[in-house]
């Protein structure tokens, strides 16, 4: 099975601060808007090296809400715009459920535009780990990353703080081809934290 990360999340509470938020911190721009029927949300995204990208998303107040949670459990979200979860990029979702943790989600099929991807979606809307462990998606069409603007962000590495560090490091070991650059902590608090090579030098996402 083979993975590379996919994107990084940024989540708010109103996509318009998260944006401005995310641009002011990174010194670049983002992409136009788009739209998650199925999910209730909206988004922003600009381009990351090695293909990878940078998701600015929220719920979206003129969108119906949906009869589920919401991925990466913005319905719980409050507080001020921050680094939330990462997706890894996987070539055989299956393959890759089955060897994740229990709460991984259920496979959920998506379409935008030329974009198709299935991913695996919990039904909480809540990450194992809390949101330190992967989101899960295969692309079925071509990856967006190649069509977004890139303005020479570049991720350095990552670090996942967790109280259970020991758990996530063993859960984590199936996709170690994807984890040359992250760092797993002991912590009290859950959390995640991105260092990004900016125009106007290294920049930590937390």
């Known amino acids: 099975m083979h993975c590379a990360l996919d994107h990084l999340v940024i989540s708010a509470q109103d996509l318009e601060t998260g944006r401005l938020w995310a641009q002011n911190l990174l010194d670049i721009?983002?992409?136009?808007?788009g739209v998650h029927t199925q999910m209730g949300t909206h988004n922003h995204l600009t381009a990351l090296d090695h293909g990878a990208y940078l998701e600015v998303i929220a719920v979206d107040p003129e969108a119906a809400a949906p009869?589920?949670?919401r991925w990466f459990d913005l319905d719980n979200f409050h507080g001020s715009p921050?680094?939330?979860?990462?997706?890894?990029?996987?070539?055989?979702?299956?393959?890759?459920?089955?060897?994740?943790?229990?709460?991984i989600g259920r496979v959920v099929h998506f379409e935008r535009g030329p974009y198709r991807?299935?991913?695996?979606?919990?039904?909480?809307?809540k990450l194992p780990f809390d949101g330190c462990f992967p989101a899960l998606i295969e692309w079925q069409s071509e990856h967006p990353a190649p069509a977004?603007?890139?303005?020479?962000?570049?991720?350095?590495?990552?670090?996942?703080s967790h109280p259970q560090s020991d758990a996530l490091t063993t859960a984590?070991?199936?996709f170690a081809e994807a984890m040359d650059n992250v760092r797993i902590v002991n912590a009290s608090?859950?959390?995640?934290?991105?260092?990004i090579g900016t125009p106007s030098g290294e920049i930590w996402i937390t």
């Open 117 to 125: 991807w299935k991913m695996a979606v919990p039904d909480t809307g």
């Open 67 to 69: 009869s589920h949670p």
């Open 148 to 160: 977004l603007d890139y303005h020479g962000l570049a991720l350095r590495r990552m670090k996942l």
């Open 29 to 33: 721009s983002f992409g136009t808007r």
């Open 172 to 174: 984590l070991e199936p």
């Open 82 to 103: 921050r680094l939330s979860n990462w997706v890894l990029n996987v070539d055989d979702l299956d393959a890759a459920m089955s060897v994740a943790p229990e709460g």
């Open 189 to 195: 608090v859950p959390s995640l934290h991105a260092e």
